[in-house]
């Protein structure tokens, strides 16, 4: 077998430690959330619920194929190319990454096929075809994320975290000035056209409702459009960093290689390694899925039967263009998605507790030192329930307020406020579940996640049928589904979690000490935000009361004796290999 060396003749390979490699990779997640609200929070602002309707609706159609295609093989590609680094076996490395290519082309071109062909029929059974054009703009995004995860999980497996920061951050920075500035041009040109000739592309148009009405379906597809953009960006910089370093296997390594594997056998361990992985990462992107399907069809059938029960619930919230033209239900939909706009924020960040710590716990549990698994699985618990449950009460409590501070004073802020009372407390159970799957799969139960989510996708998707059918309850019907279903996998995961590694927990420590200090923390923001919202500015008054909450919080903390010292520890270690 013939290794293709690197540009540059090298003596020696370079990788990153540990610790490097988890400060490079949360430093990177961190700077993407960044860039992400940066664009989701004034993209709202300018194509508001109804075009952030046919965004979601797009983007929840595709996440599901896009993290089936490029989920699982990016991490089974980095497990195996750092499992035969570190046995010298350089040619079976190599291969893996060879071998890979075709896959990752084959399965994206069928990705973005099926998005593509599968688009109008979907559209149509949810009766929503003014999303068809951000379906069909998104779909090449997913052979461009295919082309991607053939690079990152190679750079991965050489302990080289660069290449994937950096081109998460280009996807990133794209969608931002792509994204935004197609969408404020869509807009801005097609109310020039309306003002100058009363006409929407062409066609006329009876008001500026109307008008902007015609537009924002444009202007959604030009906003994803930015993601797209951003994938084949983001591809483009690892193809470069390929031709400019080659495949990082210097000479003296080429040299003490050990004999291959078979490309059958390759693909073998490749595809075994990965289907698990890639179907839990499939499971958590068809929730998105289930609330765009259900939501949108629910509140059409009951627009079509029970249409004066479920528009009493929100007079005077919805504006009338969208009661003229039908459009209520999808702009019910990017009500609730302004809500699981801020829903979201919490669990991801707990993603990144994970990569600091979670190696700490595998190789505990690998070393059979029971002190170090109680140690680890403690620490990753209790630190996630510090930032979890404060979080996720402080929107329930503040949900009009924050909805209101970030995307704006308008009517419609009363129902996403609704939503976001309940997102808020799920959003904690949603969190603690991240990390805890991600534990049983370092433990080697890579399949115990995968069985849970099934389950707890399917009572989600009955709650959210059944309840969101209910004209009284609607909206909040997937809201409740969102929350049983975390529950369920919290509570069901931390007991298969605990029964697996046999470790016992103190849940005085980890779950009773925060919910304390969170009440606290809450009642101060609740309290604050109401007392000075009569004498300062809405923005400033719930700036002023999140502020007053974060310092009763620490205080209750530190009077509580919550934070132990081993739990700073174990996110600072870093071993080198």
Not at 22 to 27: D, V
Not at 432 to 452: E, F, H, Y
Request: aromatic share 8%.
């Amino acid at each position: 077998m013939r290794i293709v060396r690197t540009k540059a003749v090298r003596t020696s390979r370079r990788h990153q430690t540990f610790l490097q490699g988890a400060l490079i990779l949360t430093a990177g997640i961190f700077l993407v959330k960044v860039i992400g609200a940066m664009f989701k929070i004034p993209l709202t602002w300018i194509i508001g619920e109804d075009g952030l309707g046919y965004f979601n609706t797009a983007y929840h159609f595709y996440s599901p194929i896009h993290s089936l295609a490029t989920a699982g093989f990016p991490i089974a590609i980095s497990r195996m190319v750092s499992s035969c680094m570190a046995q010298k076996r350089y040619g079976d490395g190599y291969r893996i990454h060879q071998v890979s290519i075709p896959i990752f082309v084959l399965t994206g071109l069928c990705g973005t096929a099926i998005m593509a062909l599968g688009a109008p029929f979907y559209v149509r059974a949810i009766g929503n075809p003014q999303s068809l054009l951000s379906m069909l703009s998104l779909s090449p995004a997913i052979l461009f994320g295919c082309l991607m995860a053939i690079y990152r999980g190679y750079y991965e497996g050489l302990r080289n975290m660069v290449p994937t920061a950096v081109s998460e951050i280009l996807e990133a920075v794209c969608k931002l000035v792509i994204g935004l500035t197609g969408a404020l041009l869509t807009v801005w040109w097609g109310m020039r056209e309306y003002e100058t000739s009363g006409t929407v592309f062409g066609q006329a148009v009876a008001s500026p409702d109307y008008a902007k009405s015609a537009l924002l379906p444009v202007a959604a597809a030009m906003a994803i459009l930015g993601v797209t953009v951003g994938s084949l960006v983001g591809f483009l910089y690892l193809l470069h960093c390929r031709k400019k370093a080659g495949y990082a296997v210097t000479p003296a390594e080429v040299s003490s290689a050990l004999p291959t594997l078979s490309k059958g056998e390759t693909v073998r361990r490749l595809t075994k390694t990965a289907l698990p992985i890639g179907l839990g990462a499939l499971a958590v992107n068809l929730a998105g899925l289930v609330d765009t399907t259900f939501l949108q069809m629910r509140m059409g059938d009951l627009m079509a039967t029970q249409q004066e029960a479920l528009l009493s619930c929100y007079a005077g919230m919805i504006p009338q263009i969208n009661l003229e033209n039908g459009t209520v239900p999808n702009f019910l939909y990017g009500c609730y998605s302004q809500a699981l706009t801020l829903f979201m924020v919490v669990p991801s960040v707990t993603q990144a507790f994970g990569i600091s710590a979670l190696p700490s716990v595998t190789n505990a549990y690998a070393g059979k030192n029971k002190e170090a698994l109680q140690s680890g699985v403690t620490a990753v618990l209790r630190l996630t329930c510090l930032f979890c449950i404060p979080a996720g009460l402080g929107l329930s409590v503040l949900s009009y307020p924050i909805s209101t501070l970030v995307f704006g004073a308008r009517p419609s802020m009363e129902i996403t406020a609704r939503v976001l009372s309940l997102l808020g407390v799920s959003a904690i159970f949603a969190a603690l579940s991240t990390p805890i799957n991600s534990m049983l799969q370092a433990v080697g139960r890579v399949d115990l996640p995968v069985k849970l989510l099934v389950v707890g996708l399917s009572i989600k998707a009955a709650l959210n049928y059944i309840l969101s059918g209910i004209p009284q309850i609607n909206l909040l019907g997937a809201a409740i589904g969102t929350l049983c279903c975390y529950v369920f996998l919290t509570v069901a995961g931390l007991i298969l979690l605990l029964r697996v590694t046999k470790v016992r927990l103190s849940l005085f420590s980890i779950l009773v000490k925060p919910f304390f200090a969170s009440l606290l923390c809450c009642a101060a923001a609740y309290v604050g935000q109401n007392a000075l919202r009569h004498l300062l500015p809405a923005v400033v008054s719930t700036g002023c009361a999140l502020v007053i909450a974060v310092g009763i919080y620490l205080i209750s903390l530190w009077l509580l004796c919550a934070i132990h010292k081993s739990d700073l520890t174990l996110l600072r270690k870093g071993k080198k290999t």
